[in-house]
């Protein structure tokens, strides 16, 4: 058996690590750059320079000869073969699709970033941090999770910046969250300072510069209102990373862009072909630990395929929604229950998951100080 694994998120890499860790099948991660980009510490790293260290996990120490850098353009389902953009074919016998959803930077590293070295993506990161800090008026499009969470590290880090959320929802982070949540996180941002806007949208966002430094744009909104901003910041534009198999697995992708799944991970019409993370169409709140959770089925049902053994079914995680306000506030919501800060501060607040990450990883947390870090082995 040769499981390739195509994405080097948090998905695909815990997966590699657990079916390296087994050693029952030969396994190939495959992935633009050199390193894991830890996105969910793209926050604190925005703000903080020497959190940048945390944000770069190398695949070299990671999976060592497993690992594969190359971007996959094209598959053949039938043949079991993936074409990289240098022509170089990869066969397989199992595939795991774990490319996730794009969206802008710092949030991500797509587009444009998507093969940057992390030495090039930390002084991108650095330059984007720079030019944060030099800006006195912030203002973020979009009122998810990343918006929210982006809004609270520059409070706390910059507390004189005026800093304010425009969205086109009556409710922020997501719908799943009960009224006593909304109006938690509501009070949290306003002592922190920071103003929301609901119900409302920029309507010449096509005219103006976002996600870098431009002093004294204005904004306008379909609701008359008329704003000043040095450094606007998009959140949203969110798009599933399908190029390489919306061709060939054409059928199995829904119309938001994800890939149907049945109750294995597998991709609908493909017993051979699974999917974890973004990518899939499973409904649930997405949160840190869903990644993983996903990986540990497929690592079982790829085991058990080998032992002609009963598959196990995904459940979706308990629906669990942690909003950080900074390091140190935020709000919770477990199975529709009310927990205040504690929970988020300790699964957000206090490192964005980094030790966490590279402790599951198989990767030593690096030491703080301002080079590029280069992890080691635990």
Same mark, same amino acid.
């Given at each position: 058996?040769?499981?390739?694994?195509?994405?080097g998120?948090?998905?695909?890499?815990?997966?590699?690590?657990?079916?390296?860790?087994?050693?029952?099948?030969?396994? $190939?991660?495959?992935?633009?750059?050199?390193?894991?980009?830890?996105?969910?510490?793209?926050?604190?790293?925005?703000?903080?320079?020497?959190?940048i260290?945390?944000?770069?996990?190398?695949?070299?120490?990671?999976?060592?000869?497993?690992?594969?850098?190359?971007?996959?353009?094209?598959?053949?389902s039938?043949?079991?073969?993936?074409?990289?953009?240098?022509?170089?074919?990869?066969?397989?016998?199992h595939?795991?699709?774990?490319?996730?959803? =794009?969206?802008?930077?710092?949030? +991500?590293?797509?587009? !444009?970033?998507?093969?940057?070295?992390?030495?090039?993506?930390?002084?991108?990161?650095?330059?984007?941090?720079?030019e944060?800090?030099?800006?006195?008026?912030?203002?973020?499009?979009?009122?998810?999770?990343?918006?929210?969470?982006?809004?609270?590290?520059?409070?706390?880090?910059?507390?004189?910046?005026e %800093?304010?959320?425009?969205?086109?929802? =009556?409710?922020l982070?997501?719908?799943?969250?009960?009224?006593?949540?909304?109006?938690?996180?509501?009070?949290?941002?306003?002592? +922190?300072?920071?103003?929301?806007?609901?119900?409302?949208?920029?309507?010449?966002?096509e005219? %103006?510069?976002?996600?870098?430094?431009?002093?004294g744009?204005?904004?306008k909104? +379909?609701?008359?209102?008329?704003? %000043? $901003?040095?450094?606007?910041?998009? $959140?949203?534009?969110?798009?599933?990373?399908?190029?390489?198999? !919306?061709?060939?697995?054409?059928?199995?992708?829904?119309?938001?862009?994800?890939? =149907?799944? =049945?109750?294995?991970?597998?991709?609908?019409?493909h017993?051979?072909?699974?999917?974890v993370?973004?990518?899939?169409?499973?409904?649930?709140?997405?949160?840190?630990?869903?990644?993983?959770?996903h990986?540990?089925?497929?690592?079982?049902?790829?085991?058990?395929?080998?032992?002609?053994?009963?598959?196990?079914?995904?459940?979706?995680?308990?629906?669990?929604?942690?909003? *950080?306000?900074?390091s140190?506030?935020?709000?919770?919501?477990?199975?529709?229950?009310?927990?205040?800060?504690?929970p988020? +501060?300790?699964a957000?607040?206090?490192?964005?998951?980094?030790s966490?990450?590279?402790?599951d990883?198989?990767?030593?947390?690096p030491?703080?100080?301002?080079e590029?870090?280069?992890? *080691?082995?635990?």
């Open positions: 058996m040769h499981v390739v694994i195509v994405g998120g948090q998905s695909g890499c815990y997966l590699a690590v657990q079916l390296l860790k087994s050693n029952f099948c030969k396994v $190939t991660l495959i992935d633009p750059r050199d390193a894991m980009y830890h996105n969910h510490g793209a926050m604190r790293a925005a703000v903080n320079e020497e959190f260290n945390y944000m770069f996990l190398p695949f070299a120490d990671m999976l060592g000869s497993s690992f594969q850098r190359g971007t996959v353009v094209a598959m053949d039938n043949n079991k073969t993936l074409t990289l953009k240098s022509g170089y074919q990869v066969r397989y016998t595939l795991v699709i774990a490319t996730g959803e =794009d969206m802008p930077f710092p949030f +991500k590293l797509g587009g !444009e970033n998507a093969e940057l070295s992390a030495a090039k993506a930390a002084d991108l990161l650095n330059q984007y941090r720079l944060l800090s030099d800006c006195n008026r912030i203002a973020l499009i979009g009122g998810g999770y990343n918006s929210v969470e982006m809004a609270g590290e520059i409070k706390t880090a910059f507390p004189e910046k %800093v304010i959320i425009i969205t086109d929802e =009556d409710h982070v997501t719908k799943r969250a009960k009224p006593a949540l909304q109006a938690n996180l509501l009070n949290i941002l306003q002592q +922190k300072g920071i103003a929301v806007i609901h119900n409302d949208s920029v309507y010449n966002l005219s %103006v510069i976002t996600n870098t430094r431009a002093d744009q204005v904004l909104t +379909k609701n008359g209102k008329v704003l %000043v $901003t040095d450094f606007l910041i998009n $959140t949203e534009g969110t798009r599933i990373n399908n190029g390489f198999y !919306e061709k060939d697995l054409a059928e199995s992708i829904s119309p938001n862009g994800t890939l =149907d799944v =049945d109750d294995y991970l597998r991709v609908k019409g017993d051979n072909i699974y999917a993370g973004d990518v899939t169409s499973v409904e649930e709140e997405k949160t840190p630990c869903t990644p993983n959770e990986a540990k089925v497929v690592k079982a049902n790829l085991i058990a395929e080998c032992n002609n053994a009963t598959l196990t079914a995904y459940k979706a995680v308990m629906e669990v929604v942690l909003v *950080s306000v900074g140190e506030a935020g709000v919770s919501q477990i199975c529709g229950m009310q927990f205040g800060n504690f988020t +501060k300790m957000k607040g206090k490192d964005r998951n980094s966490s990450t590279w402790t990883l198989g990767l030593q947390l030491a703080i100080t301002p590029v870090c280069q992890g *080691s082995k635990v």
